[in-house]
């Protein structure tokens, strides 16, 4: 088939790199200049199955109201709300039922387990080389987060995910450039959970998948879609010329804006942008640097060992404008690191060598993404991966190639596809 794929996120580079291996003839269109320019450019890069969950969740609500007055929230709301965002948080809200977050959770946790064995495969077999480390700890501060992480340890015990509850010391033996003048509780260690580096895994993989034959068109905006001849593409070149494309098929990967793309067809996609920052400097001296990925539970911040650099990422804000950053956001994050690891990074007064990012999470308001047919001929989508795209995104991309080919994929998609949404 000659199949279009709107967006070089790591969704849309995973899924090209799945459809061009099936022998299908792939077109990528990509607004940006390079591939994972946006959300897939500098997230945590936490691989961490049983730790991927909904966020509509019991209880949650309470929690969000609570962080609203706190001044290192980890989720904030930026009044005032558009009508489309109160809309979504309506629908979050009536997603936390106990019934529903069980059945999401399951969803998701299917993928991700399915997705990180992809990776693994791909990773292995392609011989990707980019920045990762092996083992996750969440760091709990006080007795409080300790309580608070119990629901979740269950959920790993269920899961069959291998963990252990360790004190301090242990912990300092797991990450030694800990900060001896922090104390805390204790952590919860993953072995076998794990981070990398999304844009540098999107980037090879893009290479693959033109070795392979796709071709990768940057700095082509693709229209929202045509009801009446959905397949057939307008494509707008960065000089502003614009050319019909057409083709059999075509697979939206448009993270946040995908709902736009869309919308022409009758499909109201709840997508909402959840954003959050990270920060990115050189390591200034190794033996103070985390070795692989950590969370801060009381702050919901992760820390992660990219190569020689170190990245803090954090912050959950719906509302506000896509370019706006709140400096408080970006201040916890300094926080954060500084308190568990002071000397890692090479923060010079000035902020020269950091790198400062914002992204947002193409989020559904009851946690699992979409992927597969639509309904309408032709057009198939791979979108809102939320919190943890990366996490998903080998699986979900291995999924949608196998339904395109008229295979069953090889992971139970219950619940993954429209009718989840659109009944
Ligand atoms: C602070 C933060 C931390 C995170 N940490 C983690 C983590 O630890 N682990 C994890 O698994 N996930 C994490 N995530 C989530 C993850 O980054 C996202 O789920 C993932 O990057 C989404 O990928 P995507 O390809 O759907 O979107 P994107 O990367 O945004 O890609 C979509 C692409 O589509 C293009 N596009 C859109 N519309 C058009 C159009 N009309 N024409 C042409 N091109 C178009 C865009 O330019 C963009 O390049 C984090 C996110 C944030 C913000």
Request: one cysteine or more.
């Amino acid at each position: 088939m000659r199949i279009a794929i709107v967006g070089a996120g790591i969704i849309g580079v995973t899924t090209a790199y799945e459809l061009a291996a099936d022998g299908h003839e792939v077109t990528v269109f990509e607004r940006r200049g390079a591939a994972a320019e946006e959300t897939s450019f500098a997230n945590a890069g936490v691989i961490a199955p049983g730790a991927v969950t909904p966020w509509a969740a019991p209880g949650m609500p309470a929690k969000v109201a609570k962080y609203l007055f706190s001044a290192h929230a980890p989720v904030r709301l930026a009044f005032p709300l558009t009508v489309h965002e109160l809309r979504w948080m309506w629908q979050w809200w009536r997603a936390c039922r106990l019934d529903l977050y069980l059945a999401n959770r399951a969803r998701l946790q299917r993928l991700a387990f399915y997705s990180r064995a992809r990776l693994h495969r791909l990773t292995e077999d392609l011989e990707l080389e980019y920045d990762r480390s092996p083992g996750y700890m969440v760091l709990l501060r006080s007795e409080k987060d300790a309580r608070l992480v119990q629901p979740g340890l269950q959920v790993l015990r269920d899961a069959g995910v291998p963990f252990s509850e360790i004190g301090a010391a242990q912990a300092r033996t797991v990450e030694p450039a800990l900060n001896p003048d922090t104390g805390f509780l204790g952590a919860i260690h993953l072995p076998e959970d794990e981070v990398g580096n999304c844009r540098q895994f999107a980037l090879l993989l893009k290479n693959v998948a033109q070795g392979l034959g796709a071709r990768f068109e940057f700095n082509t905006t693709v229209a929202p879609l045509d009801s009446a001849a959905p397949a057939s593409l307008l494509v707008v070149a960065a000089d502003g010329a614009a050319q019909r494309r057409e083709f059999d098929a075509v697979v939206v990967c448009g993270g946040v804006d995908s709902a736009a793309l869309l919308r022409p067809l009758g499909m109201q996609v709840p997508l909402a942008a959840v954003h959050g920052y990270s920060i990115s400097a050189p390591i200034r001296e190794a033996l103070n640097a985390p070795r692989s990925a950590l969370m801060d539970e009381r702050y919901k911040v992760a820390i992660s060992r990219m190569g020689n650099r170190v990245r803090v990422a954090g912050s959950a804000e719906i509302g506000g404008a896509p370019g706006a950053r709140r400096p408080a956001a970006i201040q916890t994050l300094y926080k954060v690191l500084h308190d568990w690891f002071p000397g890692a990074a090479q923060l010079s007064n000035t902020g020269a060598g950091v790198q400062e990012w914002k992204g947002a999470r193409p989020m559904l308001p009851d946690g699992p993404p979409l992927l597969g047919a639509t309904g309408i001929p032709g057009v198939w989508i791979n979108l809102g991966h939320g919190s943890s795209g990366w996490a998903l995104s080998c699986g979900s991309a291995r999924a949608v190639a196998d339904l395109m080919s008229g295979r069953a994929p090889e992971v139970d998609i219950e619940g993954l596809g429209v009718e989840r949404l659109f009944g």
